[in-house]
């Protein structure tokens, strides 16, 4: 089945460290995305990627850090820089810019 | 204020009500307008997906786009408890790169 991959599903972490969450995607599509979701808030758009190599920041980059190194992979880094980390953490892909997206399952961050 | 606007809820109604969720938009250069249902500790799945104004009926579910207004909704008939989700409405214009997203509104049908 096509999809998108996310793990872990939880993931503990204590301050100061950095933490990466994966993403993988067996859709072919070209544009990748990470978002985060705190409860209220809605979706934050943190990066995106159009294209392999090739990636952009969002609305809410501080902290974080992406790779695209492969269409099928967008693992996204959570810094010791990003003061407020704990929440809840979608990856999502497209076709292209601007298509419906399709999410994964997210990954459930707690940094104490 | 915000490019999209949706009321958070959060809304219960009764099973079998008819249930209307909408948002407000301010850049009437949209052209794409999505639904998308989010259960609890889930991703979001895409429920309805439509270009410029006008309806679109998918089941029990139909998505209503009023561009004159910029004022979209979501319609869904017969409510069932398996309905009780966050509901998020995204959009966007030809040739961009990122989707819009209203804040979601939290959905409770009561049997």
């Known amino acids: 089945d096509g999809g998108i991959t996310q793990s872990p599903k939880y993931l503990f972490r204590k301050e100061g460290q950095n933490v990466t969450l994966s993403c993988e995607q067996n859709?072919?599509?070209?544009?990748m995305y990470w978002y985060r979701q705190d409860p209220g808030q809605g979706l934050r758009l943190i990066y995106y990627?159009?294209?392999?190599?090739?990636?952009q920041k969002g609305d809410i980059a501080e902290g974080y850090s992406v790779s695209r190194e492969k269409k099928e992979s967008f693992p996204l880094t959570v810094t010791s820089a990003q003061k407020n980390p704990t929440a809840f953490y979608l990856c999502?892909?497209?076709?292209?810019?601007?298509?419906?997206?399709?999410f994964g399952n997210g990954t459930r961050l707690t940094v104490t | 204020q915000k490019e999209v606007e949706q009321d958070p809820g959060p809304l219960s109604v009764p099973e079998g009500a008819i249930v209307s969720l909408n948002c407000t938009y301010s850049n009437s250069a949209f052209q794409y307008f999505m639904w998308y249902r989010q259960y609890s500790r889930k991703g979001p799945e895409l429920l309805m997906y439509?270009?410029?104004?006008g309806n679109k009926e998918d089941g029990r579910f139909t998505a209503q786009v009023d561009k004159s207004s910029k004022y979209i909704s979501l319609f869904i008939r017969d409510s069932q408890p398996s309905d009780s989700a966050t509901y998020l409405c995204a959009m966007t214009l030809q040739g961009a790169q990122k989707l819009v997203f209203g804040q979601g509104t939290r959905l409770t049908i009561n049997p």
């Open positions: 439509t270009y410029s104004s």
């Open positions: 990627s159009q294209i392999v190599n090739d990636f």
């Open positions: 999502a892909s497209a076709e292209r810019g601007g298509s419906p997206l399709h």
């Open positions: 859709l072919n599509h070209d544009a």
